[in-house]
């Protein structure tokens, strides 16, 4: 996922100036992976405080993943126009 993101704050600094695409992807890529990291502490912070069940939260994860993926498999076939 942080590349993607990455991409997008790079295309989004070379709007300004193509040379800019890089640094654009490099700070896109370092700020995704803060998030994530962010994101990753606050989760396993939850799972300790509530014991919510850890099997329970990967399924949903593994589930949201295979729905993403199709809904982006089906978007990428459709015809251009």
Avoid: C
């Avoid at 982006?72 to 251009?80: G, H, K, N, R, V």
Wanted: aromatic fraction near 10%.
């Amino acid at each position: 996922m942080n590349i993607p993101i990455a991409i997008v704050v790079g295309t989004i600094f070379s709007l300004i100036d193509e040379k800019f695409f890089g640094l654009g992807f490099f700070l896109g890529y370092l700020a995704s992976n803060i998030v994530g990291l962010i994101l990753l502490q606050h989760s396993v912070e939850i799972v300790l405080r509530r014991k919510v069940s850890l099997k329970k939260m990967l399924m949903s994860a593994l589930i949201y993943t295979v729905v993403i993926s199709i809904v982006l498999l089906e978007y990428e076939e459709l015809p251009s126009s």
